[in-house]
């Protein structure tokens, strides 16, 4: 399917229906010529005319083995998707007054995201009056930041949004086994994933239940 889309976008021969076009290619006299002859010259040297900008005016058509174009188109394409980069953000949630016990529970994780080369999005959630607690908050995120300091570094110190505190953490390094991407030719992409850890039951709890 993704083959017979890469044919269609090109027009070739006797598709091409202007009346001249702009020629360019290996041993040709680039210049605007009539279509037929266009077609001739690419004819002559048994290769295929290929227009490729038609909204050119005249439209630019290339004399070229259209089979070895469309080989080309791929390989480039290819390439440009493992230059691409997939940035994958997970988040962790944190009260103003989590306790030791939860807090090392999230941090377990949050070293697990790092280690897989996944970003660390940790934030403090303030609901009604705990907005008070802001300075304790931000004082439990680089706690947080200076025990994953083996796995991430900061990428955004705590910065307070409406009812967040967010500190983001990037992985230090690659993870084992895989191979550093090379520099992207364009903007990452960035898929955000939502962890919602839940709280580990307590012993009271375990109890009640039995």
Same mark, same amino acid.
């Given at each position: 399917?993704?083959?017979?889309?890469?044919?269609?976008?090109?027009?070739?021969?006797?598709?091409?229906?202007?009346?001249?076009?702009?020629?360019?290619? %290996?041993?040709?006299?680039?210049?605007?010529?009539?279509?037929?002859?266009?077609?001739?010259?690419?004819?002559?040297?048994?290769? %295929?005319?290929?227009? @490729?900008?038609?909204?050119?005016?005249?439209?630019?058509?290339?004399? /070229? %083995?259209?089979?070895?174009?469309?080989?080309?188109?791929?390989?480039?394409?290819?390439?440009?998707?493992?230059?691409?980069?997939?940035?994958?953000?997970?988040?962790?949630?944190?009260?103003?007054?989590?306790? %030791?016990?939860?807090?090392?529970?999230?941090?377990?994780?949050?070293?697990?995201?790092?280690?897989?080369?996944?970003?660390?999005?940790?934030?403090?959630?303030?609901?009604?009056?705990? @907005?008070?607690?802001?300075?304790?908050?931000?004082?439990?995120?680089?706690?947080?930041?200076?025990?994953?300091?083996?796995?991430?570094?900061?990428?955004?110190?705590?910065?307070?949004?409406?009812?967040?505190?967010?500190?983001?953490?990037?992985?230090?390094?690659?993870?084992?086994?895989?191979?550093?991407?090379?520099?992207?030719?364009?903007?990452?992409?960035?898929?955000?994933?939502? @962890?919602? /850890?839940?709280?580990?039951?307590?012993?009271?709890?375990?109890?009640?239940?039995?």
């Amino acid at each position: 399917m993704k083959n017979d889309n890469l044919k269609e976008q090109y027009r070739i021969n006797e598709r091409i229906r202007v009346r001249e076009v702009r020629l360019v290619g %290996d041993n040709i006299e680039t210049g605007v010529y009539p279509i037929a002859q266009a077609l001739k010259i690419a004819e002559e040297q048994a290769m %295929d005319l290929v227009e @490729i900008s038609p909204n050119a005016a005249p439209p630019v058509c290339r004399v /070229i %083995d259209y089979q070895k174009f469309l080989y080309q188109q791929k390989k480039r394409q290819k390439e440009q998707k493992a230059k691409s980069v997939k940035v994958v953000v997970k988040e962790i949630r944190f009260g103003p007054q989590t306790d %030791d016990h939860d807090y090392n529970f999230k941090l377990k994780h949050a070293k697990g995201f790092l280690e897989e080369g996944s970003k660390v999005k940790a934030y403090v959630f303030f609901k009604g009056r705990s @907005i008070l607690f802001k300075e304790q908050g931000e004082v439990l995120l680089l706690r947080f930041a200076n025990d994953l300091e083996d796995y991430g570094k900061v990428e955004q110190l705590p910065v307070l949004e409406g009812k967040r505190m967010i500190i983001m953490l990037t992985p230090k390094k690659a993870s084992v086994g895989s191979t550093p991407a090379p520099a992207p030719a364009s903007a990452p992409k960035v898929v955000k994933k939502v @962890i919602t /850890i839940p709280k580990p039951k307590s012993e009271g709890d375990k109890k009640t239940e039995e």
